[in-house]
T-cell receptor, first 113, second 113 residues
Framework: QQQVKQSPQSLIVQKGGISIINCAYE??????FPWYQQFPGKGPALLIA?????SEKKEGRFTISFNKSAKQFSLHIMDSQPGDSATYFC????????????FGTGTLLAVQP | DTAVSQTPKYLVTQMGNDKSIKCEQN?????MYWYKQDSKKFLKIMFS???????INETVPNRFSPKSPDKAHLNLHINSLELGDSAVYFC????????????FGDGTRLSIL
């Protein structure tokens, strides 16, 4: 119940295209769903996050879509750029003060010029 | 200014040795974490401290001992290092417990020979 399932494992997108990464969870107590971006040799950096009271959040080219009834959320990267090439992690937390983030398995995105 | 800083960045050592990793955050957060990222890039929480008090202790061998001298510092000491301890260890911090954004350091790559 603590798992967050992420797909695909890897993704190749042409420059200017849309990158879509999907995640699913089981624990209905989760109340915070962040996406992290990680470049080689660096730590994960918070990209965008959503809480279950909204169905969509957009920040620049990055959008989270959230479907509470299906227990799924996804990251859309519009107009993908080579600089977006990185590993993306979805995560979830909630259900108390521990703020334990449960991470998905990661998606390696390569944006081809 | 680096928000969450870890030292050392690389640690290469022999099996059986004892080593420590240090973490400091200058964000004024009162909660700090240690995560382990394995060779498949899977991120898993190990420990969390809130105001120097241990609040998350995942199923981690007791060879791993975190220490928080104050709320801006969280160190990780590892005794009797084993081959399976080879990984990247990330420190993170957030404001309060609950579902708040976590800020990560750039990691310490531990290699056991």
């Amino acid at each position: 119940q603590q798992q967050v399932k992420q797909s695909p494992q890897s993704l190749i997108v042409q420059k200017g295209g849309i990158s879509i990464i999907n995640c699913a969870y089981e624990n209905t107590a989760f109340d915070y769903f962040p996406w992290y971006q990680q470049f080689p040799g660096k730590g994960p950096a918070l990209l965008i996050a959503i809480r279950p009271d909204v169905s969509e959040k957009k920040e620049g080219r990055f959008t989270i879509s959230f479907n509470k009834s299906a227990k799924q959320f996804s990251l859309h990267i519009m107009d993908s750029q080579p600089g977006d090439s990185a590993t993306y992690f979805c995560a979830a937390s909630g259900g108390g003060a521990t703020n334990k983030l449960i991470f998905g398995t990661g998606t390696l995105l390569a944006v081809q010029p | 200014d680096t928000a969450v800083s870890q030292t050392p960045k690389y640690l290469v050592t022999q099996m059986g040795n004892d080593k420590s990793i240090k973490c400091e955050q200058n964000l004024g957060h009162d909660t700090m974490y240690w995560y382990k990222q394995d060779s498949k890039k899977f991120l898993k929480i190990m420990f969390s401290y809130n105001n120097k008090e241990l609040i998350i202790n995942e199923t981690v061998p007791n060879r791993f001992s975190p220490k928080s001298p104050d709320k801006a510092h969280l160190n990780l000491h590892i005794n009797s290092l084993e081959l399976g301890d080879s990984a990247v260890y990330f420190c993170a911090s957030s404001q309060d417990g609950g579902s708040q954004p976590q800020h990560f350091g750039d990691g310490t790559r531990l290699s056991i020979l």
